[in-house]
T-cell receptor, first 111, second 109 residues
Framework: DAGITQSPRHKVTETGTPVTLRCHQTENHRYMYWYRQDPGHGLRLIHYSYGVKDTDKGEVSDGYSVSRSKTEDFLLTLESATSSQTSVYFC??????????FGPGTRLTVT | RKEVEQDPGPFNVPEGATVAFNCTYSNSASQSFFWYRQDCRKEPKLLMSVYSSGNEDGRFTAQLNRASQYISLLIRDSKLSDSATYLCVVNTNAGKSTFGDGTTLTVKP
């Protein structure tokens, strides 16, 4: 157990509303990631962080922003949710040997 | 062409069978390699890292062929509980991973 939690676990929201997903870790890992997983696309990297206030874009970053003000928390924000952002969102941490451990996921539905 | 490609399957095998999955990657600078297991509607979980010399963990054997740019996973004596999706993961530089879309395995009684 890598001590990763995500909140909320499920959310239904309307198109155009802002949404923030939270990832929390208890083991002080430097690297944290946000992925989305959709049928036919597998896991795709949205954004990642390599330290407090240090973030970078992944392959599907459009429409998403992130913040990391503390080592233990990595927030993913959808500024104005769209139906194409309906997905399962996974947070992950990376150890020094590049092994990744995932949180339980957040199921987001945008109606 | 995707950076990491897997045969999606599904692979349907009887209990006790041996099954092998392959994964190819396109970036020759890739440095580290992993297999993950994902059960339906759950998060991916690390199954094993893949080392250049090959490595074994119980019924599971992973191998890396850098020249041909593929990794493999062999499962011997399949159990019903091995039914899952198996994800191949490749790291090309520090901090970033590319996931294959996964291979689905169903082990039947």
């Amino acid at each position: 157990d890598a001590g990763i939690t995500q909140s909320p676990r499920h959310k239904v929201t309307e198109t155009g509303t802002p949404v923030t997903l939270r990832c929390h870790q208890t083991e002080n890992h430097r690297y944290m990631y946000w992925y989305r997983q959709d049928p036919g696309h597998g896991l795709r990297l949205i954004h990642y962080s390599y330290g407090v206030k240090d973030t970078d874009k992944g392959e599907v970053s459009d429409g998403y922003s992130v913040s990391r003000s503390k080592t233990e928390d990595f927030l993913l924000t959808l500024e104005s949710a769209t139906s194409s952002q309906t997905s399962v969102y996974f947070c992950a941490i990376s150890t020094g040997t590049n092994e990744q451990y995932f949180g339980p996921g957040t199921r987001l539905t945008v109606t | 062409r995707k950076e990491v490609e897997q045969d999606p399957g599904p692979f349907n095998v009887p209990e006790g069978a041996t099954v092998a999955f392959n994964c190819t990657y396109s970036n020759s600078a890739s440095q580290s390699f992993f297999w993950y297991r994902q059960d339906c509607r759950k998060e991916p979980k690390l199954l094993m890292s893949v080392y250049s010399s090959g490595n074994e963990d119980g019924r599971f054997t992973a191998q890396l062929n850098r020249a041909s740019q593929y990794i493999s996973l062999l499962i011997r004596d399949s159990k019903l509980s091995d039914s899952a999706t198996y994800l191949c993961v490749v790291n090309t530089n520090a901090g970033k991973s590319t996931f294959g879309d996964g291979t689905t395995l169903t082990v039947k009684p």
